[in-house]
């Protein structure tokens, strides 16, 4: 069965203080591996699509990564607005459209 | 540029009460469109896709029901709720592509069943 872990489960930083969020992943035949920001009550916002393993993608203070078994989202710098929850989703080979998600990293950024 | 709109944004419904939740998307055509519930401390969990017009895959056999009357409408329907229904109801599309496309998400419903 497909699988996504996302640890930790919540975050708190500082303004300006660095760190990394994982997603481990269990699946046959990784086709996509994306990266979604969701802020309390809104729908999640699409990031990133990862496709290979060593594959990178940035956009302003974030940054993911691949590898065979997990990805990480780099956030450098963050401010106050990068808080928010950030969910990684997984598709599977066999033709089949699902996307497994985790559950989650809620990250807070304290000014 | 593509949007996609659900509503209503909030619904408070009795036990056994009927359901039907829309969403349109709107700058596209024959997109693939699904239906998800977010449960609280839970992931996404994907209920229902469509890949055109008339064609629904269920991935979770429930008291829910899905259709798709028009290219880029897609309506999550009820006969019966159930308090077990309650939660935040995601619609979202994606293009067709050769490589995988993202999905795209609205903002979602929040159900609550009394």
């Known amino acids: 069965e497909d699988q996504v872990t996302q640890s930790p489960e919540a975050l708190r930083l500082q303004e300006g203080e660095s760190s990394s969020l994982n997603c481990s992943y269990t699946?046959?035949?990784?086709?996509?591996l994306f990266w979604y920001r969701q802020d309390p009550g809104k729908g999640p916002e699409f990031l990133f699509t990862?496709?290979?393993a060593g594959e990178e993608k940035e956009k302003e203070r974030l940054k993911a990564t691949l590898t065979k078994k997990e990805s990480f989202l780099h956030i450098t710098a963050p401010k106050p607005e990068d808080s928010a929850t950030y969910l990684c989703?997984?598709?599977?080979?066999?033709?089949?459209?699902?996307?497994?998600f985790g559950k989650g990293t809620k990250l807070t950024v304290n000014p | 540029s593509q949007t996609i709109h659900q509503w209503p944004a909030t619904l408070v419904q009795p036990v056994g009460s009927p359901l039907s939740l829309e969403c349109t998307v709107e700058?596209?055509?024959?997109?693939?469109l699904y239906w998800y519930r977010q449960a609280a401390g839970r992931g996404l969990q994907l209920l229902f896709y469509?890949?055109?017009?008339?064609?629904i895959s269920s991935e979770v056999p429930q008291n829910l029901s899905a259709s798709r009357p028009q290219d880029r409408q897609f309506i999550l329907s009820s006969k019966k709720l159930l308090l077990s229904d309650s939660g935040f109801y995601l619609c979202?599309?994606?293009?067709?592509?050769?490589?995988?496309?993202?999905?795209?998400f609205g903002d979602g419903t929040r159900l609550s069943i009394l």
């Open positions: 990862l496709y290979s």
């Open positions: 469509s890949v055109g017009i008339g064609q």
């Open positions: 699946v046959s035949g990784l086709r996509g």
């Open positions: 700058g596209t055509s024959n997109p693939n």
């Open positions: 979202a599309w994606s293009a067709l592509g050769t490589t995988y496309q993202p999905q795209h």
């Open positions: 989703a997984v598709q599977a080979g066999g033709g089949s459209e699902k996307l497994v």
